[in-house]
């Protein structure tokens, strides 16, 4: 990162604060920061071809380093697959990225010029990042309308929720995204009643409502059926492109489906990267994760 792009980066860093602090100033105050989600995803220069940038971040837990001098990037609208052993530091990897945890050195840039470093998790949300933990998070006595909804809500800050009314433009976006998701037929079905594969597309499809740049998903398709594992790789490969995306999974014929390029990482660095059957050739890959 040179001079001068830190210098440009600091002036957008302010603008974007500038917008964050308006933001906030709602009667609903930590609203949108009590959901995590994204509520305005700003301008992310790309001009330098990539969406995410990390370079050489540590973070360490009682001494053991969890996250080991990490570097790794992400173009835009690439659907970037991670792989590793358990423990490898994949989830702490977007706990930093998504400012839950603060890494103790190294860099990580939103485009060439967000410094994420410098944000809150709430604030990392708005900017435009999505995060998909692996366990669903929906709200159970909702129904699956009324869940898009919410999140539309959350998206545009809206004062009080009682008087927000869909218009039609955003009426067309949450029927396209019933479609997207495979949910059209369930639209009145309370999200409690959904199988689990169903509270992961919505929940997934609330993410999308909110239209973030990059999205981080933490083993979306684990306890999934083979034919729900199967829908949400036709789903993620219809988001590339319009998204960028980066899929944390341990299962590998899911993997196969959907990947470009896969990043192993191991003992919180990266092992290996490449296409599927490139990693899946490593002499080391095989040592530390896919065995003999
Ligand atoms: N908050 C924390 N405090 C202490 N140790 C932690 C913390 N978060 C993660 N760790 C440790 O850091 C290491 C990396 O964990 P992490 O959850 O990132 O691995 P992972 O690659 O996501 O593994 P899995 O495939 O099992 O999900 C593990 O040894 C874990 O015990
Ligand atoms: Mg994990």
Known sequence: MTPDLLEQGARRVEAHSAVLTGLNNTESGGRNASTGRVATPGEVDVSHGRILY?????????GFKAINKLSLDIAPGELRCIIGPNGAGKTTMMDIITGK????EGTVF???TIDLLRYKEAEIAQLGIGRKFQKPTVFEQLTVFENLELAL???KGVKSSMFFKLDSQQGDRLAEMLV???????VNRLAGNLSHGQKQWLEIGMLLMQDPKLLLLDE???????????????LFLTLKGRHSLMVVEHDMSFIRTISEIVTVLCDGAVLAQGTLDQVQADERVIEVYLGR
Request: hydrophobic letters at 30%.
């Open 110 to 112: 939103f485009g060439s």
């Open 54 to 62: 990390l370079e050489d971040v540590s973070v360490s837990f009682d």
């Open 153 to 155: 809500k959350t998206h």
């Open 220 to 234: 979306p398709v684990a306890g999934m059926t083979d034919e729900e594992t199967a829908r949400t790789a036709e």
């Open 101 to 104: 945890t603060r890494p103790d």
């Open 180 to 186: 997207t998701i495979q949910l059209a037929g369930s």
